[in-house]
C-alpha cells in the first residue's frame, strides 16, 4: 500500500523535514495562520520572559493546541538568526527559544524541548 506524500510527511521526524517541508505545515495546518489574533500580539515588546509571556498570553494559547507546534519550534530553531529570530514560534518567547537552541544543537529533539 503506498502512502500519500502528506501521510509520509506526518510520520516523519520533524528534524528530518526540510526547511520547505516545516514552512509547508506550518503555513496549511498552524493555527496562527486562521487566527484572529492581532498580529502585534505576536511580537511581545519586552525581553523579559515573564512580561513577554503576558503580552503574548493570546497568541501563546493559540500555540499551545497546534498540531504543528513542533514543526514551528524546529523551524524556529533553524531559523534563529533570520526569520525567526523575533515574535512567538512553538509557543515561546525569544528568550526561551534561545535557551533551548544550546539544547537543540547538542542534539535534544523539539518533541523533547517541549
Known amino acids: ?4 506524500p502528506r501521510h509520509d510527511c506526518a510520520r516523519r521526524a520533524v528534524s528530518a523535514m526540510s526547511d520547505l517541508e516545516l514552512d509547508r505545515r506550518i503555513a496549511l495546518q498552524g ?4 487566527s484572529r489574533v492581532d498580529p502585534d500580539e505576536w ?10 509571556r503576558y503580552q503574548a498570553a493570546r497568541a501563546i494559547a493559540i500555540c499551545i ?3 504543528v507546534r513542533a514543526d514551528c519550534l524546529e523551524f524556529s530553531l533553524r531559523h534563529a538568526h533570520d526569520v525567526a529570530a523575533y515574535g512567538i514560534w512553538g509557543g515561546l518567547v525569544e528568550q526561551e527559544r534561545q535557551l533551548l537552541r544550546r539544547k537543540w544543537l547538542a542534539g535534544t529533539s523539539v518533541t523533547e524541548l517541549l
Open 31 to 34: 493555527r496562527c495562520a486562521s
Open 65 to 67: 493546541t497546534c498540531p
Open 1 to 4: 500500500m503506498m502512502m500519500s
Open 43 to 52: 511580537f511581545p515588546c519586552t525581553l523579559e520572559v515573564a512580561k513577554a
